[in-house]
């Protein structure tokens, strides 16, 4: 094989995507190097970021294996945190206890939500992406009424002056943030690594991976590969698409009680509007289709992703002293999900 | 007369990638002559009336050997377009009608007289009016050129079958300058006494000094209106004959070609008979759009290789999908006498019986998966093969043995690849063919349904493909049900072959029968009514 051909091959594999941000990624490494921003805090926001928001793109699979494609009504798992989060804290949990209660909820009012998503999603094939979104917005505008009308007593949830509703931003200081960061987290110098975050997310991507291999995981897989099929082999389709969403939507909502006890605030009322976009965008970089994907997929994308934004802004402000990131973020997110719509099956580096 | 013949087709030839679909071809039609074309499935009849056409996937596959001759003048049409103002004519087998407008302006549609308007003056004819009285007359004058005394008025919404048959026929009667015109199947869809009407006003429009050309698989009818009959096979004119003296039977025979000698195909231990039968249909009907089957009763015996034949569209293929569950079944299917539920796809695996679908591509295959999970998958699902247990209790794929599988199948169908993991997208059509053989293998099943399975493979994995099927049958003893589109492949291998016409069983013939009892049969007839 030539060089040229070997290039050609490898850039094929990798996909232009994938090498468009990376290239991207190493020459701001480049330029922060040359400008004198410190690498270890560009580390140590990267690998914050990521651990972060993982559990929120690994949602996006079983959506995509089970062929409803990139969850783009990603909100209603989100939603079904959120309640988990601010219930636990109303109950007066705190500390890790907290945490686990929250988490509880979360996953089962997400399983609920997803499976009644699921058969929405069932009514409306092929237009999923876009009943999703809308959803997704419904969802979380209709939600502002809940947060703003349930009797919520506990005062440090609620707004200070007029004593009722849920306040906008929640601190968790009091209850439970950081808690899986700090678990026997490690600390090199100025990187600080969240062991037990990753080590959660390690084994959720883990037992995701044992699944796939499953019988059920298969049957859920060729669902969303071929439904003809599929329905020839006796897979109930329907179901396997319920079963993949509620699954999809279950992750949401846990991977924003991450998100939230790493970021140490609870975010409510419009914030998790824009929530899905992110998720989908790393998804795809990290190699996925609205068709296929894969665990990898969903950890590479974000640490892609994430690793983007996180650099971007020190970076950028050293080189002209101005916040571009928030520019970066949208056409990069926005971007990849516009490629992801307008690209057919096919194509990509993914899969088994 | 300087031209006897109003079309003339003189040596034509065609071929696809180097493979001849005609052979010098001669077709000749007069004014106001009926001829019949007449020949299976895949001898050429659409290729030929395509280059009379100039359709495009003529001239994009490299164009036709041969000339074409209208009324003495040379023409090669560029598109259906010019074909079209030259005179010629054609009316579809499926309707090209919109269903909100009358059937005066389905007539007229795109050819409406108009009234110019002023503003038309300026902004083109676009802007014109219709003139709807003089498209009513038109219409009212074709329609009673093809007898169909009907309201030209009423909407073509909610009209009979039948009817729109005839409309469309009208709509060619109608174009001014029409001087050959072609039917492809008009009266597939009529009932008896609508076709007989469709064929009276075919003689009309050719007494007009038409030169008509008609394709049917309803060889009476080809008979009873023909001046001429053209029988094509294998993309070569067998015989142009005049239907004065000539019968069904011979016409039939002629269709069917040549009988080729059976090579011997090895010994059973078993004769399979009557007295054991694995599989029953009873009064089965499918919905499967396009291969409706009416009511099949059949009886599969154990051990033998049973073929279901017949033309495309009949409903053959119908068959082996309603007893899978893939389109919606009434009636019932036992195998060893136990009931079969039907419409739940999955089921028929669970007894034993696996499925190769017609529809590779759809049913058959997932492109972008390896060899190795193609053909371990249905198993997995159906069967719980190609699993290992986990110390955690959990059942996982095991994907040690599914390729050590995998790579023995390779072995034995000889499947052209670089190893049990690339993907099936990059195979030929006939590897992915042998795929789908080793899935059906894995299943280990006693039943094997066959549908179609040397459909668009070259002709060495043709052969290869039939070998294994054999081979499957003679050694492992398993029961194969297969329906082809080809009767030459039905009664190299086959036991004995069921006949499916309009959708019923018309009879079940054995390989060595006359090529007349298998044409006629596709016709729809059985021999003791002929």
Known sequence: MSLRERVSKSVSDLGLPRLTVILFLVSLFIVGGIQGVPLGDLVNSSIGRFSMNALLTISMVPAIQCGIGPNFGLPVGIIAGLIGLVLSMEMGFTGFPGFMVASALGLSLGAVFGVLYGHLVNRVKGQEMMVGTYVGFAVVSGMCMFWLLMPFRHPRLIWTLGGEGLRVTISLSDFFSNVLDNLLAIKIGAIKFPTGLVLCVGLIAALYRLFEYTRAGIAMDLAGQNEQFARAAGINVERMRVTGTAMSTAMGALGIIFYAQSYGFVQLYTAPLMMAFPAVAAVLIGGASPKTASISNALVGTLLFQTLLAITVPVSQSVISGDISEIIRLIVSNGMVLYALTRGPGGGNNGS | ?530
């Open chain 2, 1 to 530: 007369m300087a031209h006897e013949y109003l079309l003339e087709m003189r040596g034509v030839s065609k071929h696809y990638h180097g493979n001849y679909v005609l052979k010098g071809v001669d077709l000749k039609v007069k004014a106001g002559e009926i001829l019949g074309l007449v020949g299976e499935n895949g001898a050429g009849k659409s290729t030929l009336m395509n280059i009379l056409f100039g359709m495009p996937v003529i001239h994009t596959t490299g164009g036709y050997e041969g000339e074409v001759r209208l009324a003495g003048e040379t023409v090669r049409f560029a598109n259906p377009g010019e074909a079209l103002s030259a005179g010629i004519g054609m009316v579809h087998q499926e309707f090209m009608l919109l269903p909100g407008f009358s059937i005066a302006e389905n007539i007229k549609l795109n050819r409406e007289p108009l009234i110019p308007t002023t503003l038309s003056r300026f902004l083109g004819t676009r802007l014109s009016k219709v003139d709807m009285p003089r498209v009513r007359g038109d219409a009212r004058r074709a329609l009673d050129t093809i007898g169909l005394g009907i309201d030209e008025m009423l909407p073509v919404l909610g009209l009979p079958i039948g009817f729109m048959q005839f409309i469309e026929v009208a709509r060619e009667v109608d174009k001014s300058g029409v001087r050959v015109l072609v039917f492809d199947e008009p009266t597939a869809l009529l009932t008896e006494s609508e076709a007989g009407q469709l064929l009276a006003a075919l003689k009309r429009i050719a007494s007009s000094g038409v030169a008509v050309i008609f394709i049917s698989h309803r060889l009476e009818e080809v008979l009873t209106i023909c001046d001429n009959i053209t029988v094509l096979r294998d993309g070569e004119v067998v015989t142009t004959t005049p239907s004065a003296g000539a019968t069904l039977t011979m016409i039939a025979e002629l269709m069917v070609g040549r009988q080729t000698k059976r090579p011997p195909l090895g010994e059973r231990t078993v004769e399979p008979s009557d007295d054991d039968i694995v599989l029953e249909l009873y009064n089965l009907e499918v919905d499967m759009p396009g291969e409706e089957v009416r009511g099949v009763s059949l009886a599969v015996r154990r051990g033998e290789i049973l073929g279901i034949g017949g033309l495309a569209g009949q409903g053959k293929v119908g068959l082996s999908n309603g007893i899978m569950g893939i389109f919606p079944a009434r009636g019932s299917v036992k195998k060893d006498g136990l009931e079969i539920p039907l419409n739940r796809p999955g089921e028929a695996y669970k007894h034993g019986i696996a499925f190769l679908s017609e529809d590779r591509k759809g049913v058959g295959l997932i492109l972008d998966r390896s060899i190795e999970y193609n053909i371990s998958v249905v198993a997995t699902l159906t069967k719980g093969d190609f699993l290992k247990r986990l110390p955690i209790g959990a059942a996982i794929r095991d994907r040690k043995t599914a390729t050590a599988y995998a790579e023995g199948a390779i072995e034995d169908l000889d499947i052209r690849c670089t190893g049990p993991t690339q993907r099936l997208r990059h195979l030929s059509g006939g590897n992915q063919q042998k795929v789908c053989v080793a899935r059906a293998l894995a299943l280990k099943p006693e039943v094997l349904l066959v549908s179609e399975p040397t459909r668009g493979i070259d002709v060495g994995a043709k052969e290869k493909i039939l070998d294994l099927l054999t081979g499957m049958n003679r050694q492992q003893g398993v029961t194969i049900v297969l329906t082809s589109s080809e009767l030459a492949e039905l009664r190299r291998v086959c036991d004995r072959i069921a006949i499916i016409y309009d959708g019923r069983l018309v009879d079940i013939l054995s390989p060595d029968d006359s090529n007349a009892k298998f044409g006629l049969a596709m016709a729809g007839k059985k021999v003791s009514e002929a």
